[in-house]
């Protein structure tokens, strides 16, 4: 057996976002998002499932926080619902909305545990959406506005700022793939969203350096790495297009200040444009602390004319998959955070989210004994020791999830929690997942 042990500094967390968790849908004068909008919307989600209850975290937070105690965590991450704190996106801030965050955030501080804070997972305000949502310019001043009054309400307290949630769920999966709220089906408006959205990831920076804010900030993005299945010169720049769409197409714009000029041009060639403003690209590259990265799968493309966006078909390799028939790829993680070093530098960075979905079977003890779910962690963990040992600045690791939550489209279905959630008792049982997790966090590494 091999020891792999962590620095002592490592930090270990769990993840979660307002709309996953929350409920109280319409409680405190919280406004609608756009995705109470879009999963009251019905065949938009699984069984028709949506938030308005969720695992009900906005009055059972303190259970929440005692199970994060229990697991031993440094920090722990979740995302500040702009709807309860601007209801219409903007104007009068809801102090009920404040006032809760600042119920979880002492309880966490209390617990010994540090917030780190997401200011932007998914639940646009409504109201903001029917004005034209982040393909409307005037929606990055909003978020502006509303990270400034979250940073001078959490100064001192929150000292890890995350901007936004994987951008690219946020254009093109939500605008061009249209499996995620506000459910468009347009890739120049995607292209849009995008560009937006890193642009007010960059304004709200400068907010923050403007008001002095204690702490460190950064973005997350949700990287995949894909690999050509052969070294032909079409398989080549097919997997790099598909690795792109996902990876450089939001890193290059946060660390370069450009955009992958192979991918504009092949936007170009299907009619769609960057509209970029004079001072956007300074704006959104401007220098942060850290990148969080969410990383989840990759696998192997090759060419293939007319396939999907980029002429690039995925070939199954043999992968085992998880319930989202995503491929088991812990190699994929080490060869994208290598990547990231090698490509932008030594940016400090956080796997901001990580794990896996599998069907869970609550036993008449009340465990659930989820051997894959912990192999599938433990896979990882090793690559995460892999890369520190490379010289990678990997600073921490966010499981996702803390618990079984709303997991979008596919509902209450998909089970990615290290706790089992009891949808109908509201009842949280830690899994097997969960113990393992904590022995390696007490033991400041694992067994091999
Ligand atoms: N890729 N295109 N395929 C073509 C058809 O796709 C349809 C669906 O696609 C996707 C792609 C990616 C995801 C996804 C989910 N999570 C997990 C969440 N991360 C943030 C946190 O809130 C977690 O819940 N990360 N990524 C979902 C669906």
């Known amino acids: 057996m091999a020891r792999l042990d962590f620095p002592k500094d490592f930090v270990w967390g769990t993840a ?24 009251h919307t019905p065949g938009k989600v699984v069984n028709n499932d949506n938030g308005d209850v969720a695992c009900d975290s906005y009055h059972r937070y303190e259970e929440d926080v005692a199970l ?34 600042r119920r979880v955030v002492d ?37 502006v506005k509303y990270a400034e009054v979250v940073f001078k309400a959490f100064d001192g307290k929150i000292k890890q700022w995350i901007t936004f949630n994987e951008t690219w769920c946020v254009s093109f999966l939500s605008n061009y793939i249209g499996a995620h709220a506000p459910g468009n089906t347009d890739l120049q408006l995607a292209v849009d969203v995008a560009h937006n959205c890193m642009v007010a990831h960059g304004q709200a920076v ?40 996902y990876n450089e197409w939001f890193m290059d714009p946060t660390f370069k200040g450009t955009y992958p000029p192979f991918m504009v041009d092949w936007f170009r060639e299907k009619g769609v444009e960057v509209k970029i403003q004079p001072g956007d690209l300074e704006t959104m590259s401007q220098p942060i602390d850290f990148i969080g990265i969410n990383f989840y799968s990759g696998g192997f493309g090759r060419y293939k004319k007319g396939e999907g966006l980029f002429d690039c078909e995925e070939v199954q390799v043999g992968f085992d998959r998880t319930f989202m028939d995503w491929n088991v790829y812990p190699d994929g993680l080490y060869k994208v955070l290598s990547w990231v070093k090698e490509e932008y530098g030594d940016i400090p960075i956080y796997i901001t989210e990580n794990g896996a979905c599998y069907e869970d079977e609550l036993t008449a003890d009340k465990r ?9 962690y433990k896979k990882h963990f090793i690559q995460c020791h892999r890369v ?10 966010f499981a996702w999830s803390l618990l079984d939550n709303f997991e979008w489209a596919e509902g209450y279905k998909k089970r990615f929690g290290i706790v089992y959630t009891n949808y109908e008792t509201l009842e949280r049982h830690p899994k097997d997942s969960y113990y393992f997790i904590q022995k390696v966090i007490a033991d400041g590494g694992l067994d091999v």
Request: charged fraction near 25%; glycine fraction near 10%; proline fraction near 5%.
């Open 16 to 39: 979660t976002a307002s709309y996953q968790i929350e409920g109280a849908y319409q409680e405190d004068g919280r406004g609608l998002s756009i995705w109470d909008t879009f999963s």
């Open 107 to 143: 309880a966490l501080i209390a617990a010994g545990i540090e917030p780190c804070v997401t200011l932007y997972h998914w639940d646009l305000p409504q109201a903001l959406q029917d004005k034209g949502g982040w393909a409307n310019r005037d929606t990055i001043d909003a978020f």
């Open 368 to 376: 659930v004994h989820d051997v894959l779910r912990a192999e599938y």
């Open 206 to 245: 400068k907010k923050f350096r403007e008001l002095g804010v204690k702490g460190q900030i950064g973005t997350t993005h949700n990287l995949y790495w894909y690999e050509p299945y052969s070294t032909k010169p079409e398989d080549v720049a097919a997997a790099h297009r598909n690795r792109a769409y």
């Open 388 to 397: 520190i040992e490379s010289g990678v600045p990997l600073k921490g690791y």
């Open 68 to 101: 994060l105690k229990n697991l031993g965590v440094k920090a722990y991450r979740f995302s500040i619902a702009w709807p309860r704190i601007f209801p219409q996106g903007t104007g009068e801030v809801n102090e009920k909305g404040l006032d809760y965050y």
